[in-house]
């Protein structure tokens, strides 16, 4: 009886340039002798003297060549997904504390004049004079006691809808912008990897005579 490897690729993994790849840092290796994963995790998967640009997709077909080149015996099996996205970068820079200021000003004005532009279109002063004649039955132009706890409140709504106060979460799921994040980065992913499947398929097609 063939012994058995069953492998799981990671969705993304992150290198620094001439580094090379293992088995092990794109994957999960199961099999029920420990002895066989352990000599199967140090294949190297990526030559770090070819050039692939900043991305390149790992395929678990392509994976499972490079096992059976040095296992033949060895049935290996897949589980999760069919490729891994690796991302080639550099020591990165840090931010520019001129620029992270700028962009939070620029921020801060925007969503402030968004906010004041929403309550001119929807008249909410009015309101506010309306709401305060009808509890007490009398007129006031800028009735502060109730545009003090409204403007309060729009800040406490925010850290509530975010999930956040301050650097502590509120609950254990994730705020909205969390999820629309995580949705993007899945779909920054899911773009890469399509994008370098198709720029290899064209290459193979070409070198085709």
Known sequence: MKD????????????????????????RLDSAREEIACKVKDLIIYDPQVQH??????DVMDVMDIIHKHFPALDVRHAGPPQTLVEISGNLRPPS??????????LFIGSGLAIMNFHMDVSMPQVH??????????????????QIPYSLGIGIGIF????????KRLKEEPSPLELEMFLYQENIEQYMIDHEKRKEDSGCHESVP
């Open 160 to 167: 509530v809808f975010f999930n956040r106060l301050i650097k």
């Open 97 to 106: 504390i001129i620029l992270v200021l700028m962009v939070m000003i620029l």
């Open 53 to 58: 640009g900043s991305f390149y997709v790992i």
């Open 4 to 27: 058995m490897l069953t492998i799981r690729l990671k969705k993304k993994v992150v290198i620094k340039p001439g580094q090379p790849l293992y088995l092990k840092d794109i994957s």
């Open 129 to 146: 004079e309306r709401i305060y004649y009808l509890i007490t039955g009398e007129h006031k132009s800028s009735p502060l006691i109730m």
